[in-house]
């Protein structure tokens, strides 16, 4: 929904009409061709451009108003009236009086273009106006009948090239402003529903969370205590319990509720990758145009989906296939002569490719998916070391014309017209130099003009402005007034084509005030004022009407600038909880997916269905075995801790060793690192007794931390045993090892491993 830009069509469209009648109701030239009649063939279509703005008043405000129609008859007025113009240049040739007529009908025409047809068809429009009109205005100058010299007479089609350029730019920031706060809206609606998406999912783990502890553990509790009657009700009761204790485990391990969808921000959607990859201990760093709004906002949904995909699996890859420890996603917008691109290059440090033959996901969901949607993938070695997977999917044509950063008002807005009417004044000062009846004078004006128009292009260009500083409107305020009066001074107002400083004072104070602080408005007027030597009868003119409507569009920039800046940082925060969220989700999935529950919930279904019998020794056992495991995953929070991530991992592999692994974190562990003795602990449990039982504990003394962990080894594989690790009792073959380390406040953590006898000589030693 582009509510923004059908609001601003529809005021350039207002702007447009009233700008016509001001026009020609502040010229008496022109109003006394208006009130001559039909003549000929230009007054007829003049008579039509007032008949088509009627129109559009009626299209605009009527009962069947309609946007469309509105700018479909104004674009006839447009044309009309250039034509018209036109056509009374071209009948000076013969001698016949109205070129002058003409010129300002072109210059209505050309300013309406600007305002009214989309830049490049308004580029077009007006420099075949324009060009149309100097050849005729260049014609009526070698036929005698212009009264002026051509450098002179050049000023009319250049006014009107000045004016329609102006007006394009002008119109142009102000729909680039609309869209922003359209596309900043639309995100933010997405961001919303995405949020509401994922915290419905958070919930329904959160919420499975408990009822795994009031409905999974006390199920499992109770098959494992037996003695269940052998009356239907009980039987019954007992199936309904597991299946519901089924689809709970489930819930957990899939996280059915989360659904596929996609955010269009790579930082939220590769959430669940990038917690599967930190919790085996991968960094992952993500930097650049990670957001395809940032990347241009005209990547579709289709686009963005083999794009994640793809980026997903490389992030999965770095991991399974590369081994890396670092991986780095970076996203970019590569400009190119064919179209705009956006690439995300996914970097490990990993063994790389070499000659290895590619595998089923790097063709097809990173290969073929790129093709699908436009694309095109290379995989191949890192300069560096490592693999390098770099995926660029094309931007919509249109998006050039749009900054990846939103382009502030002042620099939408002031640039395009200081610079155009800069030169058009420059020019007029020249050629009428001679008119000056005091040169010294007229040159101090120019020179007024020239440090006036320096400072707006100045604050205009400089980045770091979002609207026009103080500084600068103070300038233009006293130096508007100050050119203007010290032109009239000069006597410049003498000369055929009138003084050279109202068109650029108004456009000047236009530009201030439309993107200046709320108070230069009504200064802007009384600036004005004086300039025009403090004759009242000039607040009637269409240079006022400028600065008013410089008030009305600065209100509704800065309006729409501030809807915008608010809906992006809202949208910013959505999206940093939604990451948040979605990493909730991912760990809580990860967390129960890791030991195995879908084996549990088949058992349980199979209760469900009456195919097992949950009085069997064997079910009673696996139960038993599944409660103590689930008992020790809850206390865990990987998400918060490398120690606990490990953790997990360590219940994941005695889990496929069929080692009851119980679990004890008696306090928060806060260290960033996961543990040394990890490793270590793996190959113990590689040894262990099968259907043996083992214990792993975290123990908080004051500033250090110790983890222990007690295991069965089978006695015949001692000799496999880490060196750090300590006999406890050679004939069962239980053995242990601890890990110390020590967390001071802000500082890093210091860690070892140690033998329990090394420990019981350090502390007897007093260390």
Known sequence: MREQMTATVRGLVVFGAVWQALWFAGDPALRGTVTAGVRDLAS??????????????????????????????????????????????????????????????????????????????????????????????????????????????????????????????????????????????????????????????????????????????NTLT??????????????????????????????????????????????????????????????????????????????????????????????????????????????????????????????????????????????????????SVGGRSTVGDDPRGGTRVTLEVPVTAFVPERSVNSMSPLRAVGVPMVSAFTLFTAYSALVTWNFAQRPDVNLLALALFLSMAAVLLLASRERRFVWMPSWACVAALVLVPAMMLVEVQAQAVRNPVGDWTSEVSAVFLFVVVATGPRWTGPLAIIAWLIGQEGQLVELAKPGTFVIVIAMVMGWGLRRTYRQTQADRQEAGTERTALAVSRGKVANAQKRYADVDTDALSEMLRGIARGDIDPQDDDVRRTCARYERMLRSVMRLRPESSMIERDLLRLVAVAHDRDIDLNVVVADTVSA????????????????????????????????????????????????????????????????????????????????????????????????
């Open 44 to 217: 007829l279509l003049i008579a039509a451009s007032i008949i088509a703005w009627l129109a559009t008043l009626v299209a605009l405000f009527g009962p069947r108003r309609s946007l469309v129609v509105a700018q479909r008859i104004q674009i006839s007025a447009m044309a009309a009236l250039a034509v018209s113009g036109l056509i009374l240049t071209a009948n000076s040739v013969t001698g016949a009086d109205g070129w002058l007529v003409g010129a300002s009908i072109v210059n209505l025409a050309s300013g309406l273009a600007g305002l009214i047809l989309a830049r490049r068809v308004a580029v077009i429009v007006i420099a075949t106006m324009v060009t149309v009109d100097a050849v005729l205005v260049s014609v009526v100058v070698v036929a005698g009948q212009a009264g002026q010299a051509w450098s002179l007479a050049m000023v009319y089609p250049l006014y009107a090239l000045t004016l329609g350029l102006a007006c394009a730019a002008a119109r142009n920031g102000l729909l680039r402003s609309a869209m922003d706060r359209d596309d900043s809206a639309a995100e933010l609606r997405n961001q919303h529903r995405a949020r509401a998406r994922s915290e419905f999912a958070d919930a329904s783990i959160t919420s499975a969370e408990t009822r795994l502890h009031e409905t999974v553990l």
């Open 222 to 371: 109770a098959i494992n205590r037996g003695g269940f009657g052998s009356d239907a009700d009980t039987q019954n009761r007992v199936r309904e319990r597991a299946e519901e204790s089924a689809e709970v485990l489930t819930l957990l391990s899939e996280g059915s509720m989360a659904g596929p969808s996609w955010t269009g921000d790579l930082r939220v959607d590769l959430a669940g990758a990038i917690v599967d990859l930190e919790a085996t201990g991968v960094q992952v760093h993500l930097v650049g145009d990670l957001s395809r709004d940032l990347a241009g906002g005209e990547v579709d949904d289709a686009t963005y989906g083999a794009l994640a995909s793809a980026v997903r699996e490389s992030l999965i890859n770095a991991h399974r296939h590369a081994r890396a420890t670092t991986v780095t996603v970076k996203g970019r917008v590569v400009h190119e002569s064919q179209g705009d691109w956006w690439s995300v290059r996914v970097d490990d440090d990993g063994c790389g490719v070499g000659g290895s033959p590619v595998g089923f996901g790097v063709n097809s969901i990173i290969g073929e998916g790129m093709e």
């Open 672 to 767: 960033r690192d996961g543990l040394d003795t990890f490793d270590d602990v793996r190959r113990l449990l590689d040894v262990a007794v099968p259907g043996s039982s083992a214990r792993a504990t975290i123990s908080h003394d004051s500033q250090e931390f110790v983890f222990r962990f007690v295991g069965h080894v089978d006695p015949t594989k001692a000799a496999r045993v880490c060196d750090d690790c300590e006999v406890m009792d050679e004939e069962q073959g239980l053995v242990s090892i601890e890990e110390l380390w020590h967390e001071p406040a802000g500082g890093p953590s210091e860690r070892s491993a140690v033998s329990f006898d090394e420990q019981l000589s350090a502390q007897g030693s007093g260390v």
